[in-house]
Nanobody
Framework: QVQLVESGGGLVQAGGSLRLSCAAS???????VGWYRQTPGKARELVVR???????HHADSVKGRFTISRDNAKNTIYLQMNSLKSEDTGVYYC??????????WGQGTQVTVSS
């Protein structure tokens, strides 16, 4: 069973930065990876994803502020979040879709941005 373990969440003031990490128990260098977030009462939403071919797809609300990256040697996915806003508060989840179209989620990490 593939496991994804997120870390790096916490409390930060508006305008600050955080870097989330997601360690995968499987090889990630040829699969689609991404970050999602969820706030109470709302559906989980895409934040940013690396799609096939290496391109990225960002939610409009995070363009220019959030960057996804991957370290294939460490099987780790990162989310660098800059210029954080209170509306970025939520639980952030790592997601991968393997070559057999099986989808896996991490347990989530809480990000709280104080205004």
């Amino acid at each position: 069973q593939v496991q994804l373990v997120e870390s790096g969440g916490g409390l930060v003031q508006a305008g600050g930065s955080l870097r989330l990490s997601c360690a995968a128990s499987t090889v990630i260098d040829s699969i689609s990876v991404g970050w999602y977030r969820q706030t109470p009462g709302k559906a989980r939403e895409l934040v940013v994803r690396i799609i096939s071919g290496g391109g990225t797809h960002h939610a409009d609300s995070v363009k220019g502020r959030f960057t996804i990256s991957r370290d294939n040697a460490k099987n780790t996915i990162y989310l660098q979040m800059n210029s954080l806003k209170s509306e970025d508060t939520g639980v952030y989840y790592c997601n991968i879709v393997d070559t057999f179209w099986r989808e896996y989620w991490g347990q989530g990490t809480q990000v709280t941005v104080s205004s």
